[in-house]
């Protein structure tokens, strides 16, 4: 989700790649059931925390931690995810027994669930499911009809060619406008189109195999499967040359591009902007913003030279790769040998894994309803306000203590900061399914009709003013975000357990967990792409010259250190890319140390022990158990492509290495690999 809402900014990484396979989980349940909370075992206390502070925090969990077959990495959230799985297959299952007394809820859920579950019928139908709409793609006859049909293919879920959505107005957030932005691959980023190093290579090569494997099992010849590939790829790598690199967008000045209807539609005319617009259902609008013009001033040549035939072909490819994981099992397989080859995981996930998550995906705020009734009560939403407010108060001292930044810049921020509104556990208002019609026996039809459903809720926001009450997140959703248009840090219920957030932990544990959470999200409105909205969450610069200057040159410092890590093999980290996440990881970490100090001063346990460890060690050591990580090398590369945020490893050492805090809390001294001789910070 994260991914495909420009401004959301998670906490961790979103794993809904374009790439059509259900977000990855999973671990046998009762495993799932192991301490999932702070423990000093996962400590190794051969090693000495100033040399290698993971290795100390994490050792031990290293040493005892396999990576499960069906993943392709280990770690607390994942542990976490996985745990939660198990809680809603429970309401799930319960939903899905057709008794006359279930609640309109409970029908669309537990129907979901038991269409998905139903693989019996799945693999009877094979293909049929989708050769309604496959058949529609065939019958197009001209490049106003392939508008149309590409259209209706967005609205049930694929993007090819490009992406269109509602989002605010980067220069009135009060109102949702029409975004038209790049978009149409099938591999995770434009560099594995681009990229001539073999890995890269390697990938496009599995690629084609893929979806010739796909359009032989969809009834081509086996050269006419192959040539299909082809096609595709050649339309992909056009799209992927004319697409602009994740780091350059992530200034959003890169994406600000607001125009009338018509200069878009003359932008590109072969794209028939207008004849899309009336042919997806857009309300009339007379504005929007055209996030790469380049991308379609670029391929709007390619539209024309490739023939209809083609394009024919790579809709119907898109369509095919999205719907593989609802079809039968040998779509199934083929897909998730390609998800192997970009993660490495073994094995694909149980099936009741895979229907869970879908549910979650199609109607995750129906499903979220029962999940909080299970799992979320007041005492914690209680217990987070009180932290949230903590942390608040914690950034505006940091920042008025700041010595770079003016007393007018630090004015705005603290109007910014003020200006933050905060969602913990859930939504006031939970989303209305009546008018989504879900079918027990009908997974496509159902994975399609949400897919219709969701698309339909973003489309007629476009020209109404913006509902601050929504949330870009499912309640048991295992993530956290800052939106910077909505200036707002929301924390689903499913992030607000162990090791996050324990209840029966003491505050040095909870503050390096979710604190340092709450730190991040917050940190996040005066990042490198933050600092640009406004408290009402305008694009507008808030800053003097002078004091962006100094901020750009205190972020340049996080650049290099992290660009200079290894992430796999000789790959190291983008510096730039993962820039934001980095600074949020720094900022939190301080910020939420601050407020724990202050809480322990209020309550007199300054110096109390626990476990051996002053409360500031165990701070430190709340805040690595989250990160103790075990990922696939094939994994960890894509990532380095494709993800803003640092592998676990430096998201605690990074930091740590630029706190004169965790320097002194563990006696550490000047020339350990821990004490940064140049520390950089930011905030
Ligand atoms: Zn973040």
Same mark, same amino acid.
């Given at each position: 989700?994260?991914?495909?809402?420009?401004?959301?900014?998670?906490?961790? =990484?979103?794993?809904?790649?374009?790439?059509?396979?259900?977000?990855?989980?999973?671990?046998?349940?009762?495993?799932?059931?192991?301490?999932?909370?702070?423990?000093?075992?996962?400590?190794?206390?051969?090693?000495?925390?100033?040399?290698?502070?993971?290795?100390?925090?994490?050792?031990?969990?290293?040493?005892?931690?396999?990576?499960?077959?069906?993943?392709?990495?280990?770690?607390?959230?994942?542990?976490?995810?996985?745990?939660?799985?198990?809680?809603?297959?429970?309401?799930?299952?319960?939903?899905?027994?057709?008794?006359?007394?279930?609640? @309109?809820?409970?029908?669309?859920?537990?129907?979901?669930?038991?269409?998905?579950?139903?693989?019996?019928?799945?693999?009877?139908?094979?293909?049929?499911?989708?050769?309604?709409?496959?058949?529609?793609?065939?019958?197009?006859?001209?490049?106003?009809?392939? *508008?149309?049909?590409?259209?209706?293919?967005?609205?049930?879920?694929?993007?090819?060619?490009?992406?269109?959505?509602?989002?605010?107005?980067?220069?009135?957030?009060?109102?949702?406008?029409?975004?038209?932005?790049?978009?149409?691959?099938?591999?995770?980023?434009?560099?594995?189109?681009?990229?001539?190093?073999?890995?890269?290579?390697?990938?496009?090569?599995?690629?084609?195999?893929?979806?010739?494997?796909?359009?032989?099992?969809?009834?081509?010849?086996?050269?006419?499967?192959?040539?299909? @590939?082809?096609?595709?790829?050649?339309?992909?790598?056009?799209?992927?040359?004319?697409?602009?690199?994740?780091?350059?967008?992530?200034?959003?000045?890169?994406?600000?591009?607001?125009?009338?209807?018509?200069?878009?539609?003359?932008?590109?005319?072969?794209?028939? =902007?207008?004849?899309?617009?009336?042919?997806?259902?857009?309300?009339?609008?007379?504005?929007?913003?055209?996030?790469?013009?380049?991308?379609?001033?670029?391929?709007?040549?390619?539209?024309?030279?490739?023939?209809?035939?083609?394009?024919? *072909?790579?809709?119907?490819?898109?369509?095919?790769?999205?719907?593989?994981?609802?079809?039968?099992?040998?779509?199934?397989?083929?897909?998730?040998?390609?998800?192997?080859?970009?993660?490495?995981?073994?094995?694909?996930?149980?099936?009741?894994?895979?229907?869970?998550?879908?549910?979650?995906?199609?109607?995750?705020?129906?499903?979220?309803?029962?999940?909080?009734?299970?799992?979320?009560?007041?005492?914690?939403?209680?217990?987070?306000?009180?932290?949230?407010?903590?942390?608040?108060?914690?950034?505006?001292?940091?920042?008025? #203590?700041?010595?770079?930044?003016?007393?007018?810049?630090?004015?705005?921020?603290?109007?910014?900061?003020?200006?933050?509104?905060?969602?913990?556990?859930?939504?006031?208002?939970?989303?209305?399914?009546?008018?989504?019609?879900?079918?027990?026996?009908?997974?496509?039809?159902?994975?399609?009709? @949400?897919?219709?459903?969701?698309?339909?809720?973003?489309?007629?926001?476009?020209?109404?003013?913006?509902?601050?009450?929504?949330?870009?997140?499912?309640?048991?959703?295992?993530?956290?975000?800052?939106?910077?248009?909505?200036?707002?840090?929301?924390?689903?219920?499913? *992030?607000?357990?162990?090791?996050?957030?324990?209840?029966?932990?003491?505050?040095?544990?909870?503050?390096?967990?979710? #604190?340092?959470? *709450?730190?991040?999200?917050?940190?996040?409105?005066?990042?490198?792409?933050?600092?640009?909205?406004?408290?009402?969450?305008?694009?507008?610069?808030?800053?003097?010259?002078?004091?962006?200057?100094?901020?750009?040159?205190?972020?340049?410092?996080?650049?290099?250190?992290?660009?200079?890590?290894?992430?796999?093999?000789?790959?190291?980290?983008?510096?730039?890319?993962?820039?934001?996440?980095?600074?949020?990881?720094?900022?939190?970490?301080?910020?939420?140390?601050?407020?724990?100090?202050?809480?322990?001063?209020?309550?007199?346990?300054?110096?109390?022990?626990?476990?051996?460890?002053?409360?500031?060690?165990?701070?430190?050591?709340?805040?690595?158990?989250?990160?103790?990580?075990?990922?696939?090398?094939?994994?960890?590369?894509?990532?380095?492509?494709?993800?803003?945020?640092?592998?676990?490893?430096?998201?605690?050492?990074?930091?740590?290495?630029?706190?004169?805090?965790?320097?002194?809390?563990?006696?550490?001294?000047? #020339?350990?690999?821990?004490?940064?001789?140049? @520390?950089?910070?930011?905030?």
């Amino acid at each position: 989700m994260c991914l495909s809402r420009l401004l959301l900014v998670c906490f961790l =990484l979103s794993t809904t790649f374009s790439f059509a396979q259900p977000a990855p989980a999973a671990k046998p349940a009762q495993a799932a059931k192991a301490a999932l909370g702070f423990s000093v075992d996962n400590i190794d206390k051969t090693m000495n925390p100033c040399v290698d502070f993971y290795q100390y925090a994490c050792g031990n969990w290293l040493k005892n931690t396999e990576i499960p077959a069906d993943q392709p990495e280990w770690v607390s959230f994942i542990e976490l995810y996985e745990r939660n799985l198990v809680t809603e297959r429970e309401i799930l299952e319960k939903a899905s027994v057709n008794n006359p007394g279930r609640s @309109a809820v409970e029908q669309k859920i537990g129907d979901y669930y038991s269409s998905c579950m139903d693989e019996k019928a799945v693999d009877a139908k094979g293909l049929d499911a989708l050769k309604s709409e496959l058949d529609r793609i065939s019958a197009v006859k001209d490049k106003t009809g392939l *508008i149309d049909a590409i259209a209706h293919v967005h609205l049930i879920g694929p993007n090819p060619l490009f992406r269109f959505y509602s989002s605010p107005d980067l220069h009135n957030a009060d109102m949702v406008i029409a975004y038209v932005d790049q978009g149409g691959l099938t591999l995770p980023d434009r560099d594995y189109y681009i990229k001539d190093d073999a890995k890269m290579a390697e990938m496009r090569k599995h690629l084609t195999e893929y979806a010739t494997q796909m359009f032989t099992l969809a009834g081509r010849s086996p050269q006419q499967a192959a040539d299909s @590939a082809q096609t595709i790829l050649r339309i992909e790598t056009a799209l992927a040359k004319a697409s602009m690199d994740r780091t350059l967008r992530r200034d959003p000045k890169n994406r600000d591009h607001k125009m009338s209807r018509d200069q878009a539609a003359t932008l590109a005319s072969n794209f028939y =902007l207008n004849r899309y617009f009336t042919a997806v259902g857009a309300p009339s609008f007379s504005d929007l913003n055209v996030s790469n013009p380049d991308f379609f001033k670029q391929v709007n040549a390619v539209v024309e030279s490739e023939p209809l035939d083609a394009w024919k *072909i790579y809709v119907s490819w898109h369509l095919l790769d999205s719907a593989a994981p609802w079809l039968s099992k040998p779509f199934v397989d083929t897909n998730f040998k390609m998800q192997q080859y970009l993660t490495g995981q073994e094995k694909i996930q149980d099936r009741w894994k895979r229907c869970v998550d879908s549910t979650d995906q199609a109607l995750g705020e129906a499903l979220g309803q029962k999940y909080v009734e299970l799992t979320f009560g007041p005492e914690s939403k209680q217990r987070m306000l009180k932290m949230v407010d903590a942390l608040e108060k914690a950034l505006d001292q940091d920042i008025h #203590g700041l010595p770079w930044m003016s007393e007018d810049t630090k004015k705005q921020a603290k109007i910014k900061l003020q200006a933050i509104r905060n969602k913990i556990g859930y939504p006031d208002v939970w989303r209305d399914y009546s008018s989504l019609n879900i079918e027990r026996g009908d997974l496509l039809g159902n994975f399609l009709r @949400a897919n219709a459903f969701e698309s339909k809720r973003q489309i007629v926001k476009i020209g109404k003013p913006l509902d601050r009450k929504e949330w870009g997140m499912t309640p048991p959703t295992v993530n956290a975000y800052y939106s910077g248009s909505h200036n707002e840090i929301v924390f689903p219920a499913g *992030i607000l357990q162990p090791p996050f957030f324990d209840q029966k932990m003491d505050d040095a544990i909870n503050f390096g967990g979710i #604190g340092a959470v *709450i730190g991040h999200e917050l940190t996040h409105g005066f990042d490198d792409q933050g600092r640009k909205f406004d408290p009402q969450g305008n694009l507008r610069d808030w800053w003097t010259e002078q004091d962006g200057k100094e901020f750009e040159k205190r972020a340049g410092c996080i650049a290099d250190e992290y660009g200079s890590f290894v992430a796999v093999d000789d790959l190291k980290l983008n510096g730039k890319l993962t820039l934001g996440e980095n600074t949020a990881d720094n900022g939190g970490a301080r910020i939420a140390l601050m407020a724990l100090r202050e809480m322990l001063a209020q309550d007199g346990k300054s110096g109390e022990k626990s476990d051996g460890y002053m409360p500031e060690q165990r701070f430190f050591l709340g805040y690595g158990r989250v990160w103790c990580e075990k990922r696939r090398p094939e994994f960890s590369r894509m990532l380095v492509s494709v993800d803003p945020h640092s592998p676990g490893r430096y998201r605690v050492n990074g930091v740590m290495q630029n706190m004169p805090e965790f320097q002194q809390a563990w006696g550490c001294k000047a #020339g350990q690999p821990m004490v940064r001789q140049n @520390a950089c910070r930011v905030w």
